[in-house]
């Protein structure tokens, strides 16, 4: 029992971590980015070539994949996606479902359909007893770097002045820029980190959530669940949504493997229903 | 000098006209069975995505709904016509109501989902009712056959008549008359002031509510009405195959029919049709090309057709298919 509830909160830490970056460019600059799955899924390749073909231990292939998303975000922002932040939400999905499309065949097109393994150290590999709950040293490690970053996360958005800044730039980009703000930097910036930290969550989570060409498709409803539900105002909001939603997945894959992933999907329409704004929305908000 | 002042309903009447290029269209594709019947296949298949971009016209195009799970109802009519088929009638047309009427109870149930909270939500839980019911399919696997598809379906012959052959000039046949039927249909109601309506809601809900459309109403019926010609050719798939599959229901079926109205420009109705054959072209071309890669270059045309801007190639197209058949004295372009 406890068990599964530390199983689902390592899966939903690690959904957090790579949602996080959605949860900035969906739920503050107002762009729906299907594709981002696709960048968890290029950090996920780089840790599994680089542990499995070069030898580089994994802890080390952590902030390579970290930048290798990066950059790619960083990349991908000026040229592409800033062009269509202004434009309807039909072609922001149409533009990212094709992304989608390209990376899931470039994919496949170089390292094959097949299942992609990160090779894990061996002190990541064994469980540990504590006072009868049964956990295993990688979901702990993942529990404890994915709360690292949050904290971080939280602290920056909130104490910081490029927090500060990039949620003045998000509540009202003409005032932001006439203060002085250069909001195009704070965005481009915005955009790497998040596209970095799903880089690492793929990583991270390769052994956990299996890595094949079709992650960002069959990830997708995840991460935009996190953010529809846990709403885009705050940290905590997609924090406690993921972890509900990692605990849920989990629990019910276990008690009642037949019904799947139709709880979950259920579960998500009567929360929009009910809160359309998601879960943790601050009353008046938009 | 002043144009004469139409008589009421006038300016209705006469934007709802036939216009040679539509009949263009329409002779084209009866001549494309005739002339090239070894191809019959071909056609039904198109036929079948072209009434279901169609559908989808109504709900994205007209009224502005954004769904990613429209083939929720194409799913849900594939299979209620396939088991219809296998346990009860054999009759083709029963079949077709059938489905119809299942996707439409359907969209009828599942448009009140889409009438709160902002695009992500409706996106969220259009997306959300497709997934549920893949998984659905995908879990009883006693009645959807599940991975494996639904094997046994028998069709009867279509009026009692004309038996589905091999080389599937009746399917073909029966496909493109239930897609005039309906187009049609969808054709009428999105001339009329029903119709009108719709765009203005897609354009500014706030101010159509303002001048006394029933927004909810409005969107609830079209939803509805979408949602059965989608189911109507998830039906004709299945009868026309003798077969239902999981993928009637999956993400990429929504995605790509929303690539298929793209391509050929959404809220002209013409649009579902056009991109429909252009899309069966592309894949097929690419498919030749690179038979495992050719989701590659799909992305990247549907890449740079948004950042050309679809509503560009909408206005190009329009300004072909006159152009074709020389339509000096069609209405002026509509202004959006």
């Known amino acids: 029992m406890l068990t599964i509830l530390f199983d689902g909160v390592a899966y939903g830490m690690l959904l957090f971590l790579i949602a ?79 992304l989608v499309f390209m990376a899931v065949a470039a994919v496949d097109y170089f390292f094959g359909a097949t299942q992609q393994f990160v090779r894990l150290p061996d002190w990541l590999k064994g469980r540990i007893d504590v006072g009868g709950v049964d956990i295993g040293n990688y979901r702990l490690f993942i529990i404890v770097v994915c709360g690292v970053i949050t ?54 989570g390769a052994e956990l959530l299996g890595l094949d060409p079709t992650f960002p498709l069959k990830y997708m409803i995840y991460f935009l669940i996190v953010v529809a539900v846990g709403g885009t105002t705050t940290v905590t909001g997609p924090l406690l949504a993921s972890l509900l939603l990692g605990v849920a997945d989990v629990a019910g894959k276990y008690y009642v493997p037949k019904l799947g992933a139709f709880i979950i999907y259920s579960l998500m329409i009567a929360i929009l229903l009910l809160r359309p704004q998601g879960l943790f929305a601050p009353r008046g908000s938009r | 000098m002043p144009p004469a002042p139409l008589p009421h309903g006038g300016e209705l009447a006469r ?46 195009g007209y009224a502005g709904i954004l769904t990613l799970g429209h083939a929720a109802f194409f799913g849900t009519g594939c299979y209620a016509a396939a088991l219809f088929a296998k346990y009860a009638l054999h009759d083709p047309l029963a079949g077709l109501a059938v489905g119809m009427l299942a996707a439409a109870v359907l969209g009828f149930v599942t448009s009140f989902l889409v009438l709160r909270g902002s695009e992500l939500t409706r996106l969220m839980v259009t997306l959300g ?60 109601v999105a001339h009329s002031p029903f119709g009108y309506s719709l765009k203005a809601i897609r354009d500014n809900p706030t101010r159509a509510a303002a001048i006394g459309i029933d927004v909810n109403r409005r969107i609830v019926a079209v939803y509805t009405l979408g949602a059965a010609l989608a189911g109507a050719a998830g039906a004709l798939l299945a009868q026309t195959t003798a077969f239902a599959s999981l993928d009637v229901l999956g993400f990429d079926r929504s995605a790509d029919v929303m690539l298929v109205l793209v391509l050929g420009g959404t809220g002209y109705l013409y649009g579902g049709v056009l991109g429909a054959v252009l899309f069966r072209v592309l894949q097929d071309a690419l498919s030749a090309w690179t038979p495992q890669y050719w989701q590659f270059w799909l992305g990247l045309v549907l890449v740079v057709i948004v950042l050309i801007g679809h509503e560009r190639i909408v206005r190009r197209w329009q300004a072909l298919l006159r152009r074709l058949v020389r339509d000096r004295a069609a209405a002026p372009m509509e202004r959006r």
């Open chain 1, 20 to 98: 996080s970056g959605l949860a900035v460019t969906l739920g503050l600059m107002n762009f729906v980015n299907l594709a981002h799955g696709a960048f968890a899924m290029a950090g996920g390749y780089l840790a599994a070539v680089l542990s499995n073909r070069l030898g580089v231990p994994f802890i080390a292939t952590l902030p390579l994949a970290f930048v290798l998303s990066a950059v790619l975000g960083a990349l991908l922002e000026p040229t592409l996606y800033r062009r269509l932040y202004a434009r309807p939400p039909l072609d922001q999905v149409l533009f990212s479902i094709g």
């Open chain 1, 151 to 204: 904290a971080g996360l939280q602290w920056t958005v909130a104490k910081t002045r490029f927090g500060s800044r990039l949620r003045a730039a998000v509540d009202d980009r003409r005032v932001a820029s006439g203060l002085g703000i250069n909001v195009n930097v704070v965005f481009l910036a915005t955009f790497a980190f998040g596209s970095g930290l799903a880089g690492l969550g793929g990583a991270l």
């Open chain 2, 15 to 60: 934007t709802s006209h036939w216009k040679p290029y539509e009949a263009v269209v329409w002779v084209v594709a009866a001549l494309a069975l005739l002339v090239f019947p070894q191809q019959a296949a071909l056609w039904n298949e198109i036929a079948i995505l072209a009434l279901f971009a169609v559908s989808l016209d109504l709900v994205l």
């Open chain 2, 129 to 188: 009712v497709a997934s549920i019911l893949y998984e659905l399919a995908n879990r009883f696997e006693g009645i959807t056959g599940g991975a494996d598809g639904l094997q046994g379906v028998v069709m009867g012959p279509l009026l009692g008549r004309f038996a589905f052959g091999l080389d599937a000039k009746v399917a073909c046949l029966y496909s493109l008359c239930v897609l005039f039927l309906l187009f049609l249909v969808a054709r009428r």
